[in-house]
Structure formats: structure tokens, C-alpha cells
């Protein structure tokens, strides 16, 4: 039987530590994904025929084992949080980018037509009109992303660069199974924690773009 309130009082300085560096990880890679995929797909959602093409690849990309990537990154740029990061960020970019370029082509086009008619221009009726109505389907990206880096940066361990995966991984190799649960268990919690936040904020904004429409 687990005995958190032991594994709490063990090992809490440590779960601190690796804490803070998973979160770090994560948010680094997830931002950098967003800020790279968010306009690209704004970018392919103008051009279906490459849109194609790119999110193609990206998905081929996608099933390439993160141990691979990580061992490839490991011998470009060594040991360490960036290592880590630039192979989390390739992961983070495929659900952002394919969300928003799929939510923007699937804006009603009916939509578009009644702003040029109001005679706002194609950057207004980007920001106005299309991202809004698309903004559930890019926030739903954006927290399958969360969530998949916040699962895979466990991994960052193995090159060294902290987080609840160093717990997981001294665990199983000294079987302690108390520094095991010390690590997985933080970073199932905080999944389940960003997908329900996310996952709220997705709805709020549904909510409120069907009101808009309505």
C-alpha cells in the first residue's frame, strides 16, 4: 500500500526541485511550439494545398519514438535543459498547428462574406472574425500539446535535464518504489490539473464564440 504522507515527508525537497524543472520544460517547450505553430497554421490556412503537405509531414514526424529524437538531439547539442527542449518542441508543434489551421478553414465562409461586406479588411476579418470563431479548436491543441509534453518531459531525464523523471528513473533503478510514485505521481497530477484547466477554458470559449454567432 502507498503511504503518501511518507513519501511527502521523504522526499518532498526533491519533489520540489524536480517540480519546478518539469514545469519549466514544459512551459518553455509549449510556448516556443505555440509561437512557432500558431502563425504557421494562420499561414496554411490560406494555402490548403501546402497545408497538406506540411501537416503530412509533421504527423510522420510525430511517430519518430521520442528516445530516437532524444538520442539524435543528445549528440547535435549534448546533455541538458535546451536538448531537451528543442525535442519537446518538435512534439508540441504538430496538435497547435493542426488545430489552427483546420479551425480556421472550417470558419463558415458566410461569416467572412458579411465582413467584407461591412468592408473590414483580411487582417481584421483574421482577428475579428476568424480566429475567435476558431479560438475552441486552437485552445484544444494547444492543451493536447500541454498534455503530451507534460507526459513526455519525464524523459528529459535521460539527458540530464531535470524533472519529475530523474524521481521515476533513481527509482527503478534502485527499486524504490516510494521515489517512484514520488515522480509519477506529480506528473500524472499536474496533466490531469493542465487538461481540465485547458479543457474548461476550451468550453468558456465555445460558449461564448456561439453566443457571439448566434
Do not use: C
Request: charged share 10%; hydrophobic share 55%.
Amino acid at each position: 500500500m502507498i503511504d503518501f504522507s511518507r513519501i511527502l515527508t521523504q522526499y518532498s525537497e526533491l519533489m520540489l526541485t524536480a517540480i519546478r524543472q518539469h514545469i519549466l520544460i514544459s512551459l518553455v517547450s509549449v510556448t516556443l511550439g505555440f509561437l512557432s505553430a500558431f502563425p504557421l497554421g494562420i499561414y496554411l490556412s490560406k494555402h490548403k494545398r501546402l497545408a497538406q503537405w506540411v501537416l503530412n509531414i509533421s504527423s510522420i514526424v510525430n511517430t519518430i519514438p521520442s528516445l530516437v529524437l532524444l538520442g539524435v538531439a543528445m549528440i547535435f547539442l549534448g546533455l541538458g535543459f535546451w536538448t531537451a527542449v528543442s525535442v519537446l518542441y518538435i512534439y508540441s508543434l504538430l496538435p497547435i498547428l493542426r488545430n489552427t489551421t483546420t479551425g480556421l478553414m472550417e470558419v463558415d465562409s458566410q461569416y467572412v462574406k458579411i465582413a467584407k461586406g461591412l468592408g473590414m479588411t483580411s487582417w481584421q476579418i483574421l482577428w475579428k472574425v476568424e480566429i475567435p470563431l476558431a479560438l475552441p479548436t486552437i485552445v484544444s491543441g494547444v492543451r493536447m500539446s500541454a498534455v503530451y509534453i507534460i507526459s513526455w518531459a519525464t524523459l528529459a531525464a535521460l539527458i540530464g535535464a531535470g524533472g519529475l523523471g530523474d524521481l521515476i528513473w533513481m527509482g527503478l533503478q534502485s527499486y524504490n518504489f516510494d521515489l517512484i510514485f514520488a515522480g509519477s505521481i506529480p506528473a500524472t497530477m499536474m496533466a490531469l490539473l493542465v487538461s481540465f484547466s485547458l479543457g474548461l477554458i476550451e468550453r468558456l470559449v465555445a460558449k461564448h464564440s456561439q453566443g457571439g454567432t448566434s
